[in-house]
């Protein structure tokens, strides 16, 4: 229903504009109606000024889905205008009139474009997913439309040419070679009939990359695992059997849900190795049957990447990526990699070994399988570590880990206080709104904590911001982190496993990166860095989850408020090391299949997915039928969804980075002031402001090394 008035009420929008100045026809009631409607939409619509509220947070009481289209279409007409008067401007170019102003422009269309995208992340509707399948081509010719514009480039060239006679700034200086490469890496150098080949190449990968990740969301609500007996549930604690329960909603049945990982974290605690392969397969087969397969897809959003890298003089989408990364190419991503794999692959092989005498002990008479690895392996663990996982979580209760934790941690390092304000509305009732005043007592930003699983939101976990900090637009940030933890049932409080812990706290980093941020430009602002630099700050504050005094602070009994036992916690911190082989093993398998997708030419045919995946594995002696890839290509949205396309290695090469900082720091005193506020002032401020190999070096003195890195994941006790 809504679709049909959504669809009239545009029509007649679009009538209207090309017929402004002609008077309705009285006897057209239907068109009338229509046209009021249309305007009463837009007369209320809440994107078409600033939000009152602090900081321009959106006012999300005043915002219906019916509002988003009006937006976009006003958002992306008024950007455009904008867009040609830079471009034809009479005067010469001047990086003020131009570059400048680009920065300015698109004010509405930023505004929508960000709620949208967040509520589309994090509350999705048939609506919504609607909504973003109609924009998706619009959108991709909108960009072409302002990177393939000749007049505006000329300009853009043009200052970039005298640039040595500008007298600019640092970040000036920066934000110029920015544009400039934005604009040639986008084909604005390329001929008039490359660049029509390029605007077609572009629109079809907008359009697939949106059915892509929209699939993602149907696919893992239908491929959750009924379960009909309460009996198959053994070894579940009660209250993960009631939230099965609720998440059913039929008497005597249970729906298990389905993580965003191959992996599935349920498997480690159910005795029924049946119902543990139904679950595995259902995650690994995902997006491979009926209407549900994606795989059609994966292989053409590859070729579209690599026929899009030709025209861009190219040899792969891969170098296209990287070269403005800490990376710089795809063999400096792989000799990184395969320098791992040797001792990776063999330490996986003596964690097997050690599955399979387990296997053995419990009568089991079959090799390790993919299903059976975490729950053998958590009976490993206990029995190295004694260590029960439902005895460890009743000292991390939520809300204490955030509080106590996570907010006790981010006062200690950089002064800074989270306050609750319920008179900020909220997306959702799991959302909680918090304002952020800095050591000083000014305000900083407003923060909201998304961190419960539920029906529409994607899986995996993230930070976005609804507002960008930027002193040339005299805006603050309004950032997000959201999560999938699966929420206790109502009355009962929600207990963590350490890995959760650790993820708020990682979460947490990308959130003050975008908080903290101090800069001119908005384009410079706060996350917007390389994708192997992004990770640097979130991995790095990963650690303080198992600092002393953190811990002492908010690892406590839920129901007694008594501090987790110090021979608990150090079977705890002593068991971090447990299963690497396979954790790092599953990541690595997943960064090959990505950037074998990714090194492809453009000459190259439509290629098979499962073929191109066990090619890629054996390629690079990573392939343990046992231990399978993090991510399969049909549902590995960081790579096939766009984002992290040729870039999934960031998140290992972003970790040498935190490793190494976190060691600094602690040979510096560990958790002060002193340590947070230079941490502050090099790192999370500066944004894309320089070269982040720069901010880097400011920050510690030197480039990394790898030492950190081997103690983190266990491979090394000490540094030489």
């Given at each position: 229903m809504r679709k049909t008035l959504i669809a009239t009420a545009i029509g007649v929008a679009l009538a209207l504009t090309a017929c402004s100045e002609q008077p309705v026809a009285p006897a057209d009631l239907a068109a009338d109606t229509a046209v009021e409607a249309m305007q009463d939409i837009s007369k209320d619509n809440p994107f078409f000024q600033p939000f009152a509220l602090q900081y321009g947070a959106p006012d999300f009481r005043l915002i219906e889905d019916e509002h988003f289209l009006p937006a976009f279409e006003k958002g992306m007409a008024e950007h455009m205008a904008e867009i040609d008067a830079i471009a034809n401007n009479p005067e010469a170019p001047t990086f003020d009139n131009t570059i400048v102003a680009m920065e300015r422009s698109g004010e509405l269309l930023t505004r929508v474009s960000r709620v949208f995208s967040n509520l589309s992340g994090t509350d999705s509707n048939e609506k919504r997913?609607?909504?973003?399948?109609?924009?998706?081509?619009?959108?991709?010719?909108?960009?072409?439309?302002?990177?393939?514009?000749?007049?505006?480039?000329?300009?853009?060239?043009?200052?970039?040419?005298?640039?040595?006679s500008l007298d600019l700034d640092a970040e000036s200086s920066r934000l110029l070679d920015i544009y400039y490469d934005r604009f040639v890496r986008s084909g604005a150098t390329l001929t008039e009939e490359q660049q029509v080949k390029i605007r077609a190449l572009n629109e079809e990968h907008s359009r697939l990359t949106t059915e892509f990740s929209q699939k993602q969301l149907q696919i893992t609500r239908e491929i959750a695992v009924v379960v009909e007996s309460e009996d198959e549930l053994d070894g579940l604690s009660a209250s993960q059997i009631r939230s099965a329960a609720t998440a059913a909603g039929h008497e005597g049945k249970f729906l298990l849900s389905i993580t965003n990982t191959t992996r599935q974290p349920i498997l480690t605690s159910l005795h029924n190795r049946e119902l543990r392969q139904r679950i595995w397969e259902a995650s690994a087969f995902r997006g491979t049957q009926g209407d549900h397969d994606v795989r059609p897809i994966v292989s053409r959003l590859a070729q579209i990447r690599a026929e899009r890298a030709e025209l861009l003089g190219y040899a792969n989408w891969a170098e296209y990526m990287l070269e403005n990364t800490m990376a710089q190419n795809p063999q400096n991503v792989l000799d990184m990699l395969t320098s791992m794999v040797p001792a990776v692959v063999a330490n996986t092989k003596q964690e097997q070994a050690d599955i399979q005498e387990m296997i053995r002990r419990h009568g089991g008479d079959f090799d390790v399988q993919p299903w059976d690895w975490e729950y053998y392996?958590?009976?490993?663990?206990?029995?190295?570590?004694?260590?029960?996982?439902?005895?460890?979580?009743?000292?991390?209760?939520?809300?204490?880990?955030?509080?106590?934790?996570?907010?006790?941690?981010?006062?200690?390092?950089?002064?800074?206080?989270?306050?609750?304000?319920?008179?900020?509305?909220?997306?959702?009732?799991?959302?909680?709104?918090?304002?952020?005043?800095?050591?000083?007592?000014?305000?900083l930003a407003i923060f909201y904590a998304d961190y419960f699983a539920r029906e529409g939101k994607r899986g995996g976990a993230w930070m976005s911001a609804f507002v960008t900090q930027s002193h040339l637009l005299g805006t603050k940030p309004v950032v997000v982190n959201v999560m999938n933890i699966p929420k206790a049932p109502e009355g009962e409080p929600t207990l963590i496993s350490y890995d959760h812990t650790t993820t708020i706290f990682h979460e947490i980093g990308h959130g003050i990166h975008g908080m903290f941020s101090d800069v001119h430009f908005p384009s410079l602002a706060g996350t917007a860095v390389s994708r192997d630099f992004v990770e640097f700050p979130s991995t790095f504050e990963e650690d303080w989850a198992a600092h002393p005094e953190v811990l002492a602070n908010y690892a406590k009994h839920h129901e007694t408020g008594e501090p987790i036992p110090t021979e608990l916690l150090e079977r705890v911190m002593t068991s971090r090391s447990f299963n690497q082989g396979f954790d790092t093993l599953e990541y690595i398998a997943a960064s090959f299949i990505d950037m074998e997708w990714h090194m492809l030419g453009?000459?190259?045919?439509?290629?098979?997915?499962?073929?191109?995946?066990?090619?890629?594995?054996?390629?690079?002696?990573?392939?343990?039928?046992?231990?399978?890839?993090?991510?399969?290509?049909?549902?590995?949205?960081?790579?096939?969804?766009?984002?992290?396309?040729?870039?999934?290695?960031?998140?290992?090469?972003?970790?040498?980075?935190?490793?190494?900082?976190?060691?600094?720091?602690?040979?510096?005193?560990?958790?002060?002031?002193?340590?947070?506020?230079?941490?502050?002032?090099?790192?999370?401020?500066?944004?894309?402001?320089r070269p982040p190999m720069e901010s880097y070096i400011k920050f510690r003195g030197q480039e990394p090394t790898t030492e950190a890195l081997l103690i983190r994941r266990g491979l090394k006790t000490q540094l030489d």
């Open positions: 997913r609607e909504i973003a399948r109609e924009l998706s081509p619009k959108f991709a010719a909108h960009s072409d439309n302002i990177n393939l514009n000749p007049a505006l480039f000329a300009r853009i060239e043009a200052i970039y040419n005298q640039r040595d392996a958590e009976l490993v663990r206990q029995e190295k570590y004694d260590l029960d996982e439902n005895e460890v979580k009743q000292y991390f209760e939520f809300n204490r880990v955030l509080h106590d934790g996570v907010f006790y941690t981010m006062n200690r390092l950089y002064g800074i206080r989270f306050e609750p304000r319920p008179d900020l509305p909220v997306y959702h009732p799991d959302v909680e709104a918090y304002e952020v005043f800095d050591h000083d007592g000014t305000s453009a000459d190259a045919p439509l290629q098979d997915v499962a073929e191109l995946e066990a090619y890629a594995l054996a390629k690079y002696g990573v392939d343990l039928p046992a231990v399978p890839p993090r991510y399969k290509s049909t549902f590995f949205n960081h790579s096939i969804g766009g984002g992290y396309a040729a870039s999934y290695y960031a998140y290992i090469w972003s970790e040498i980075l935190a490793a190494d900082a976190f060691a600094y720091v602690q040979s510096r005193g560990g958790l002060t002031r002193e340590n947070g506020d230079h941490y502050r002032k090099h790192i999370l401020e500066v944004g894309n402001s």
